[in-house]
DNA sequence: TTGACATTTATTGTTAACAATGTTTCCGTG
DNA sequence: CACGGAAACATTGTTAACAATAAATGTCAA
């Protein structure tokens, strides 16, 4: 729950505070307030509230980069409660806020199901990628740091772990989460989020129009690229991802109809 | 409110419904009933419930793009629910996506403000914006058809028309706009959508570090970006917007420190 | 058995009351 | 008057009950 630790400037406000806080002494604590009567500055500490809500959206997340959450699967209210030990709010809530990036669909009155993109929107957002990795690689090639060349070679080191010991579900997640690093290594919090939720929504996709599964984690290409920008090359890094994202788009059966209701009843009426 | 039309397949479900909509006809309306009764298919028309909701995130949205909500604003829910007319639940889960956009700082019971990005988050906008803008206008430039050009050719048209009346908020507005609709010409909603966020990002880093009045409207350079369109010039189009999203984020001031209670507290300290 | 209709159940959407917290005001004392 | 303290007030956060809807089940007649 929450926890918070206050640290206040001797100029009243805590007065009645410290009152309320010593009555319900449960899920507060106050540490050593007296000697911070002399402190200079206001500061308060929050212990988010909203971290178990963060964590329903980084769950579901990461169960849809796994591809376990297949796309259309219900996800019940009640049983995202029970699961995670929170109120019915929090579960709306961070089912909204994946609906708002487009994991979820929250259809009014019914509930909220993994996202189905149709190949539209596939192709959509392969386009966004493919507007912003090249770009991006370009930038991490010029100027990623020892520090950055190690995250991506430990990141490498475990993907080929992985397709050693050929843990599928490691290897997609790693293969979706080799992106979103590239974009870490920037240390742009911006550029991270629109990458992962662009990454997300590819795995999506794959887990729906991916033919084999050789879709998700073409050869050692992820290799390539890292050696291209451990050697500052620019060009080639651009080039190579920019090749990646094509080969993954291509490998997708965009043909392929997702079990939709509208589709379905054509099919049945079509036999 | 909502309303919704039903047309369904003549195999139940319906029946159930009927009796509770002539109950309370209200705000539910069924047409057709009787002849709909032959209709092949299952099919459900929802007038979205979350009108409304939108509605108030939409003019958040302008009000900030427009710059007359000033970053810092408090955002009051109840003033909220009484200019909009709607339930307490509506204004928090829009100021819930606000924030989740990054248009409203969300602080655990102290309410919404219009959020204050720092130095460092408004460089991480203009980075992520010149990844991003510099491909996409580039795609354009090839792809665009008359029906993108008349409508980027009439943004202009407005921009100059509010340059000649100095209407100094709608042309602050459109100023922003032009590059969402760059975006909106490709037809790609997932770009649409990441645009929108940026530059609306992009409003408030203005309003807070703006020297001039010069920086959100700078010159005619939206007319020349879009004549390089039109003449179907990527290289050009690139090259011109790039220097466009330089030229705005080098005439702001990011050295000024805003109006936060740190700085306000070492300010004071220093006296 | 099937199809129209009614009923029941499960799930989601909404509201309002309550709890917790932040903010302001006020009061007495030195 | 400055200051600490306490209460009053305003606002936000949470919960639980209720309403509305969807889905499932049951009933009965042709």
Redesign the pocket.
Known sequence: ??T?I?VVF????????????NQ?T???SVFNVSRV?SAEQHE?L?FS??ADEQLIIDRVFRAVMEQRLAPGT??????LCKTFG?????V??A?LLLANQGIVD???????FVACPDPREANEVFEARMHLEPSLVRQVALEIDAAGVKILKDHIAQEISAQSRTDRTELIRLSGEFHVKIATVTGNTVLHKVMRELVTRTSLIVGLFGSTLHTCCPDDEHEQIFRAIERRDPDASADLIREHLQHIQRSLNLAMPKMDEPDLVSILRGG
Chains 1, 2 share one sequence.
Do not use: F, I, P
Not at 11 to 17: D, E, K, P, R, V
Not at 86 to 90: D, L, N, P, Q, S
Not at 106 to 112: C, E, T, V
């Open positions: 729950m929450s918070k206050w001797a100029n009243g406000s805590l007065s009645g505070y410290r009152k309320r806080l319900k449960q899920h507060k009567q308060v929050e509230d909203s219900k996800l019940n209210e009640s049983v929170v109120g019915r709010m929090r709306r809530r089912l929250l259809q009014s009155n019914r509930g909220a």
